[in-house]
């Protein structure tokens, strides 16, 4: 187990921006990924990013969220822009390798709301 830690979440008015955080010893050798699930809803991917950088995005979620990791600091960010009401939920950030190992945060709240 890695003990994925997430934060940043929390109440923000539709439009607005948060910034969630991942982070976790040696998470510079995993694909991140960030995925949200809403209540009554599957868990879907947001975004995730590759070791080297490679980001790939939802389409619900292109040209809004952007997705980066700092490496040295073993961190991945999810910057989410212009945020809607649909878009509440829990986040949660999975790290993954090509071996099949496979880990989450324990998920972290969401709220867009006016």
């Known amino acids: 187990q890695m003990q994925l830690v997430e934060s940043g979440g929390g109440l923000v008015q539709p439009g607005g921006s948060l910034r969630l955080s991942c982070a976790a010893s040696?998470?510079?050798?995993?694909?991140v990924g960030w995925y949200r699930q809403a209540p009554e809803r599957q868990r879907a991917l947001v975004a995730d990013?590759?070791?080297?950088?490679?980001?790939d995005y939802a389409d619900f979620v292109q040209g809004r969220f952007a997705i980066s990791r700092d490496n040295a600091n073993d961190t991945v960010y999810l910057q989410m822009d212009k945020l809607k009401v649909e878009e509440t939920a829990v986040y949660y950030c999975?790290?993954?390798?090509?071996?099949?190992?496979?880990?989450w945060g324990q998920g972290i709240q969401v709220t867009v709301s006016s």
């Open positions: 999975n790290a993954r390798s090509i071996s099949g190992f496979s880990d």
């Open positions: 990013i590759a070791p080297g950088g490679g980001a």
């Open positions: 040696g998470l510079k050798f995993y694909t």
